[in-house]
């Protein structure tokens, strides 16, 4: 059993940054963000799997960098010139399959954090 603690949400202005991080609490392959805005799917945003391989959603890639601290068994989402749509709960999951991480049926996930972008 794997448990994930998602930090680093919060309130920013429109073009500000965040950094989330995503501690689990073993060692595993695969691991990644979903968000969820109100009213609308969950979505991937990225993952990443210990060897370093990373797949972005289409809309994040540019503004969002995944990236992992395999010691510390922990992923990090830095984000960029934040708008108010990226407004929305991100998840962190995580899963030894990278495509059930991406797919989003992925055995583990975080309680999620909370992140409003102000316009």
């Known amino acids: 059993q794997v448990q994930l603690v998602e930090s680093g949400g919060g309130l920013v202005q429109a073009g500000g940054s965040l950094r989330l991080s995503c501690a689990a609490s073993?060692?595993?392959?695969?691991m990644g963000w979903f968000r969820q805005a109100p009213g609308k799917q969950r979505e991937l945003v990225a993952a990443i799997t210990s060897g370093g391989v990373i797949n972005y959603a289409g809309s994040m890639k540019g503004r969002f960098t995944i990236s992992r601290d395999n010691a510390k068994n922990t992923v990090y989402l830095q984000m960029n010139s934040l708008k108010p749509e990226d407004t929305a709960v991100y998840y962190c999951n995580a899963d030894p399959s990278v495509l059930r991480v991406v797919v989003g049926t992925s055995e583990y996930w975080g309680q999620g954090t909370q992140v409003t972008v102000s316009s």
């Open positions: 073993g060692s595993i392959n695969a």
